[in-house]
Nanobody
Framework: VQLQASGGGLARSGGSLTLSCAAS????????VGWYRQPPGNQRDWVAT???????NYADFVKGRFTVSRDNANTTVYLQMNSLKPEDTAVYYC???????????????WGQGTKVTVSS
């Protein structure tokens, strides 16, 4: 596993959690890093992307609530999740790759992800 998501857990509706994605700088420096999530019984969906230059993009269902950022060393990418809703319950994954016209093209193993559970 070359990118590892962590920081998940249990939160109440309206609460906050911060997820971290640790990666080898040599691996991800040229790439954008994306967050994805897979709710129970559903497909994996894209959540947010941050480019190597710091530009960000968000799925409509998290816009205004989630913030993606990366540290100066480009080794850790964060997903700050505020105003959590029960529908945010999912396993969250991070990945990296080049941006295409259709969005980020993930290039690495998905790993275990980190589970987020939001109670109502």
């Amino acid at each position: 596993v070359q990118l590892q998501a962590s920081g998940g857990g249990l939160a109440r509706s309206g609460g906050s959690l911060t997820l971290s994605c640790a990666a080898s700088e040599m691996l991800v420096r040229p790439y954008a890093v994306g967050w994805y999530r897979q709710p129970p019984g559903n497909q994996r969906d894209w959540v947010a992307t941050i480019t190597s230059g710091g530009s960000t993009n968000y799925a409509d269902f998290v816009k205004g609530r989630f913030t993606v950022s990366r540290d100066n060393a480009n080794t850790t990418v964060y997903l700050q999740m505020n105003s959590l809703k029960p529908e945010d319950t999912a396993v969250y994954y991070c990945n990296a790759g080049p941006l295409t016209r259709r969005g980020l093209d993930p290039r690495f193993d998905w790993g275990q992800g980190t589970k987020v559970t939001v109670s109502s």
